[in-house]
């Protein structure tokens, strides 16, 4: 029977799948299924660059990143969910940097080097806002895998965690 408790402060969650969070912060991540996402300031996050068009989106497949890893050990995967989702879930050799931190993170690292984001599903929005942001910080080799760490664990790629949380597992199209 599906109950609902309450994990660590973040939310809670309902059969593994959070229903508030402030992992995200940017008020459409689908791990919830909601937009109820808020920072832990207690509004949602945003940043000039989320809604600027002039930053058309590249992305990558599953089959292309895969390769990529493989045959390039010095790629840069950036998982933009929060610690807690990165700690159930991620690609294998990707970092964590929360879209509402990666401003910040991003300060330290190489605008030259090919650099890949991810999120949870092709209906969460955070790895296409971290696509805008990177390149409005002068990013020059950036792309978003946008089926997420849910179709890379369904895929049966490269995963560390437990991978618990039950939109990874859940039946139907990679959402």
Request: net charge positive.
């Amino acid at each position: 029977m599906n109950y609902i408790k309450k994990i660590m402060g973040i939310g809670l969650l309902l059969a593994g799948v959070p229903l508030y969070s402030s992992e995200c912060g940017t008020g459409a991540c689908p791990i919830s299924y909601t937009s109820m996402y808020k920072s832990s300031l207690g509004a949602k996050y945003t940043h000039p660059s989320f809604t600027d068009t002039r930053y058309k989106i590249e992305t990558i497949s599953a089959q292309e990143l895969l390769a990529k890893i493989k045959n390039d050990p010095s790629l840069f995967v950036v998982n933009v969910l929060g610690q807690t989702f990165f700690d159930d879930a991620h690609i294998t050799g990707s970092i964590d940097a929360p879209l509402r931190f990666l401003e910040e993170k991003a300060k330290a690292w190489d605008r030259n080097r090919e650099t890949i984001v991810y999120c949870a599903t092709k209906k969460c929005d955070a790895s296409l806002k971290a696509f805008r942001l990177l390149k409005y910080l002068g990013f020059k080799n950036v792309r978003a895998y946008e089926g997420g760490i849910r179709e890379w664990y369904r895929l049966g790629y490269p995963c560390e965690g437990p991978c618990q949380y039950a939109y990874l597992k859940q039946q139907g199209d990679f959402e």
